[in-house]
């Protein structure tokens, strides 16, 4: 089966623009969806892109998804970083069995 | 609006079972999946399974086969996950998670189940 690896943490500055990536380790990255969650501290995960670069109804557009065949990965894109963006960020995407599997999440510090 | 809401905060002994409740509201019960997930303290999201509330089938992620039941209830709308023989690194908040439709996105959570196992 594959694993999503994600960057450990990155840190940016407010107002610019920071992209995280999660690479799928094995199978192609495009097989199925990619969906990035948004977690801060003390609270459930939200959604923040689903189907790889769909935002759900009052995500600000500041957030965009993507995914690059090449490099087999998805991206979270954020750009005009508030300080309140400041938390963990995990991809999810399926196997061919149906079962979920996300990445191990990136702490996003806006400094 | 579209509620789940879980049982409160639970301590159990290494070796003992823990039943997690998730009670939806707001949407129809048997027309979406719901997911588990655990996250261990200062850890990562980690995916458990899934059930159908409208069959009962359930996916387990295999590293929890055997040692996890899910349930449910359509009477009262409530999801059940049951975790069997804890261990001291079963200690996580547990989360359930509504999935909006087959192999697409978790759009509502639970606000969390802490389960301490301790002796």
């Known amino acids: 089966n594959f694993m999503l690896t994600q960057p450990h943490s990155v840190s940016e500055s407010p107002g610019k623009t920071v992209t995280i990536s999660c690479t799928r380790t094995?199978?192609?990255?495009?097989?199925?969806?990619v969906q990035w969650y948004q977690q801060r501290p003390g609270s459930s995960p939200t959604t923040v892109i689903y189907?790889?670069?769909?935002?759900p109804s009052g995500v600000p557009d500041r957030f965009s998804g993507s995914i690059d065949s090449s490099s087999n990965s998805a991206s979270l894109t954020i750009s005009g970083l508030k300080t309140e963006d400041e938390a963990d960020y995990y991809c999810?995407?399926?196997?061919?069995?149906?079962?979920?599997?996300f990445g191990g999440g990136t702490q996003l510090t806006v400094l | 609006q579209v509620q789940l809401v879980q049982s409160g905060a639970e301590v159990k002994k290494p070796g003992a079972s823990v039943k997690v409740s998730c009670k939806a509201s707001?949407?129809?019960?048997?027309?979406?999946?719901m997911h588990w997930v655990r996250q261990a303290p200062g850890q990562g999201l980690e995916w458990m399974g899934w059930?159908?509330?409208?069959?009962?089938?359930?996916k387990y992620a295999q590293k929890f086969q055997g040692r996890v039941t899910m349930t449910r209830d359509t009477s009262i709308s409530t999801a059940y996950m049951e975790l069997s023989g804890l261990r001291s690194d079963d200690m996580a908040v547990y989360y359930c998670?509504?999935?909006?439709?087959?192999?697409?996105?978790?759009?509502?959570w639970g606000q969390g189940t802490l389960v301490t196992v301790s002796s």
């Open positions: 998670a509504r999935v909006r439709g087959w192999l697409q996105f978790l759009d509502y």
């Open positions: 707001g949407y129809t019960f048997t027309g979406n999946y």
């Open positions: 059930i159908n509330p409208n069959s009962g089938g359930t």
């Open positions: 094995s199978g192609t990255i495009a097989s199925n969806y």
């Open positions: 189907e790889d670069n769909q935002r």
């Open positions: 999810q995407s399926y196997d061919s069995s149906s079962s979920a599997v």
